[in-house]
């Protein structure tokens, strides 16, 4: 089992950058895949960006490809979401996910879960 707790969140104006982190236990964090999803009000959880168990392939959105940098160190159990040039339609709780499966961008692929961190952008 893996524990994951994120943290980074707040708010920010539009225009303004945001780094989320997501930290995890246990000695197999190499052996997930690692995702970013979001769910605004109202709406369907959606993937945002996810990187691969070695950290050499990541995989985005094509809503935030040009805006979000995803990351990750394996020696310190840790997944990072950089979120540049944000919207207001970036607002949402942000989750952190793992995997044990190759890349993919379904939530239902997903085995563990962070409880989340609110991403607010304001016009």
């Known amino acids: 089992q893996v524990q994951l707790v994120e943290s980074g969140g707040g708010l920010v104006q539009a225009g303004g950058s945001l780094s989320l982190s997501c930290a995890a236990s246990g000695r197999t964090f190499s052996s997930y895949t690692m995702g970013w999803f979001r769910q605004a009000p109202g709406k369907e959880r959606e993937f945002v960006a996810g990187?691969?168990?070695?950290?050499?392939?990541?995989f985005y959105a094509d809503s935030v490809k040009a805006r979000c940098t995803i990351s990750r160190d394996n020696a310190q159990n840790t997944v990072f979401l950089q979120m540049n040039s944000l919207k207001p339609e970036d607002t949402a709780v942000y989750y952190c996910a793992a995997s044990i499966w190759l890349s993919n961008t379904s939530d239902r692929m997903y085995d563990y879960w962070g409880q989340g961190t609110q991403v607010t952008v304001s016009s």
């Open positions: 990187i691969s168990k070695t950290g050499g392939r990541p």
